[in-house]
């Protein structure tokens, strides 16, 4: 254990050298911040899109729906795959036009409670981001106005829109019954949750180690945090190189490089990792950040961490096990 004086010296050095870690000291003052926190029992809702169980219905039938790309040949479901976490196993998902794209496919589930969506935060709702695949090129390649179209022609999709809709069919309403359904992907009986709500035998003893780390020494806590144990803020690892990140969005250099912090729920089952797909298991990831990360990343730019080299590595495999606590177990 560290002591008193000796975080003081830390955090007078890490306070004065990374912006950041001033946040997270101020974090750290305010409640419930930094703390792991079990998943609320309701998902929020937008007033404009109230879940309804027809409407999760009528967007799971959208979501499996091959017809809502260009070619009729790809659904949401080919790249997020339910059996596959919601994400689908690979590096780089391929796209209908036979492209790989160039971030790895994020799990989709337990997104309601997330503020921003995307590795780059560019969509605000579930709403917003759902058309954006269907219209994209690179992914399902279909014009919304013609997919508006098909779906009229479609007697059943005609009548379930009409069950959830007063003005039936129409671009607004599938994003919004794209929504309903993906709100209503929550994972909430992973072990942790079980020990989170008072089963104290629910880890093991290794898993018990690698969340006193976590929240600990570690330090993984001033990141992921909250019920999705991500804060949704975004940070530069030294992940990757090509690709910004975040300065595309907000035209900031000081974005530059910086993702956002992924929920960590289901982790176990959506591999590969990072935003560029780069690392293969759940120990490589955290090798990464013990093995020591770069201090500077891509163009000389400060890293938003530090690396964990000066701590025994046998404490990757604890963590690990911690991690692979958090699958749901139904
Ligand atoms: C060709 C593969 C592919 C298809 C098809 C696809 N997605 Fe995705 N999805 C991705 C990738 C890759 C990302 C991450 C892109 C990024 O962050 O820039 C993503 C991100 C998302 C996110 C944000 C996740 C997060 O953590 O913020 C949501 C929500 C989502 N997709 C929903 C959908 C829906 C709904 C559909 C169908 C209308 C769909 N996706 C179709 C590959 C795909
Ligand atoms: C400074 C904030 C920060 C800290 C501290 C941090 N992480 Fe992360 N973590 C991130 C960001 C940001 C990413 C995504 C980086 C990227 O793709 O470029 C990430 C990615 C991950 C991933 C991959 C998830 C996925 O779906 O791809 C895992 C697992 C992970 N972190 C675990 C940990 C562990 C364990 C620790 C402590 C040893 C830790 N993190 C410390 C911000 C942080």
């Not at 790895?104 to 695949?133: C, H, V, Y």
Request: aromatic fraction near 8%; hydrophobic fraction near 35%.
């Amino acid at each position: 254990m560290k002591t008193l004086a000796q975080g003081v010296l830390v955090c007078a050095a890490l306070c004065l050298s990374f912006p950041d870690a001033i946040i997270l000291a101020e974090q750290k003052a305010g409640e419930d911040a930094a703390r792991l926190v079990p998943l609320p029992d309701k998902t929020p809702q937008p007033p404009d899109n109230p879940t309804t169980a027809a409407k999760v219905a009528l967007g799971k039938n959208l979501f499996f729906d091959r017809r809502l790309s260009g070619n009729n040949r790809m659904s949401c479901a080919s790249c997020h795959v339910p059996s596959k976490g919601f994400a689908d196993g690979q590096a780089f998902s391929i796209g209908v036009k036979g492209h790989k794209l160039t971030r790895n496919t994020p799990t989709i589930l337990n997104l309601g409670f997330q503020k921003e969506l995307f590795w780059d935060g560019r969509a605000k709702s579930l709403e917003e981001q759902a058309l954006m695949p269907i219209e994209s090129p690179d992914e399902m390649n279909q014009p919304i106005e013609k997919l508006v179209l098909e779906l009229k022609s479609i007697g059943e999709y005609r009548e379930s829109f009409s069950r959830s809709f007063d003005d039936g069919i129409n671009a607004v309403n599938v994003a919004k019954a794209l929504a309903a359904y993906e709100r209503s992907l929550v994972s909430k009986t992973s072990a942790f949750d079980k020990y989170l709500n008072g089963d104290k035998n629910a880890l093991s003893a290794s898993a018990m180690r690698g969340l006193e780390l976590f929240e600990g020494e570690a330090g993984c806590v001033r990141c992921h945090n909250g019920p999705l144990l991500s804060d949704g803020k975004f940070y530069r690892l030294g992940v990757g190189r090509g690709d910004v990140g975040r300065a595309a969005i907000t035209g900031k250099r000081e974005d530059a490089y910086r993702f956002r912090t992924p929920s960590l729920r289901e982790v176990s089952r959506t591999a590969p990792y990072m935003h560029d797909g780069s690392k293969k298991t759940l120990y490589q990831v955290v090798e990464y950040y013990y093995r020591g990360v770069p201090i500077r990343g891509p163009e000389g730019l400060e890293l938003d961490i530090g690396a964990l080299s000066d701590r025994s590595f046998t404490e990757i495999d604890d963590l690990v096990a911690f991690l692979r606590t958090l699958t749901n177990v139904d």
